[in-house]
T-cell receptor
Framework: GQQLNQSPQSMFIQEGEDVSMNCTSS?????WLWYKQDPGEGPVLLIA?????ELTSNGRLTAQFGITRKDSFLNISASIPSDVGIYFC???????????FGGGTRLMVKP | AAGVIQSPRHLIKEKRETATLKCYPI?????VYWYQQGPGQDPQFLIS???????DKGSIPDRFSAQQFSDYHSELNMSSLELGDSALYFC??????????????FGPGTRLTVL
């Protein structure tokens, strides 16, 4: 089945640093979504991308839908301790409305 | 803003028992999705419903069934529970006809533990 390769798997950074993570796929996706999940909680939507090349910001977060429609990245600027969590990319290719998730990036921020 | 509601939040069952998980979508959302997330794993799609009809089916075991009711809430029924069914179960909802069908909003999840 289709897979999303998300990297890095984990990051340990200093507060104030910028963070970048990305997802790639061998197949085309029509939608890319980025979620943040805290332990034992549901994924919270951060940014939704609908068009190839689209660049969208949400506060300190910026995400882009790759022009080939096979990749997306998420940047977090000036990280703070509450950014700690697991970040998931998810895509939809309209073969159905289900989402395929990447493996997640565990972010740890040192105050 | 109202979010997706799931109940119960925690459930403990014995092997071979049954369980029913409930999901109440965001108001005016007509599509619901069920996902299963094992420890340290990413969410895996189980099944979805649009306007009370099953729309997509993923890796849902035959022991599980689900439905969407006239008020758009959904229930996931799980029978003959196995140890491996222990996981977080998430419901998500989206507004199918308002142009953002692919934007799914997740509930807080139900943690199922099978002993």
């Amino acid at each position: 089945g289709q897979q999303l390769n998300q990297s890095p798997q984990s990051m340990f950074i200093q507060e104030g640093e910028d963070v970048s993570m990305n997802c790639t796929s061998s197949s085309i996706f029509n939608t890319w979504l980025w979620y943040k999940q805290d332990p034992g909680e549901g994924p919270v939507l951060l940014i939704a991308l609908y068009k190839a090349g689209e660049l969208t910001s949400n506060g300190r977060l910026t995400a882009q839908f790759g022009i080939t429609r096979k990749d997306s990245f998420l940047n977090i600027s000036a990280s703070i301790p509450s950014d700690v969590g697991i970040y998931f990319c998810a895509g939809n290719n309209n073969a159905g409305n289900m989402l395929t998730f990447g493996g997640g990036t565990r972010l740890m921020v040192k105050p | 803003a109202a979010g997706v509601i799931q109940s119960p939040r925690h459930l403990i069952k014995e092997k071979r028992e049954t369980a029913t998980l409930k999901c109440y979508p965001i108001p005016r959302h007509d599509t619901v999705y069920w996902y299963q997330q094992g420890p340290g794993q990413d969410p895996q799609f189980l099944i979805s419903f649009y306007e009370k009809m099953q729309s997509d089916k993923g890796s849902i075991p035959d022991r599980f069934s689900a439905q969407q009711f006239s008020d758009y809430h959904s229930e996931l029924n799980m029978s003959s529970l196995e140890l491996g069914d222990s996981a977080l179960y998430f419901c998500a909802s989206s507004a199918g006809e308002r142009g953002d069908a692919d934007t799914q909003y997740f509930g807080p999840g139900t943690r199922l533990t099978v002993l």
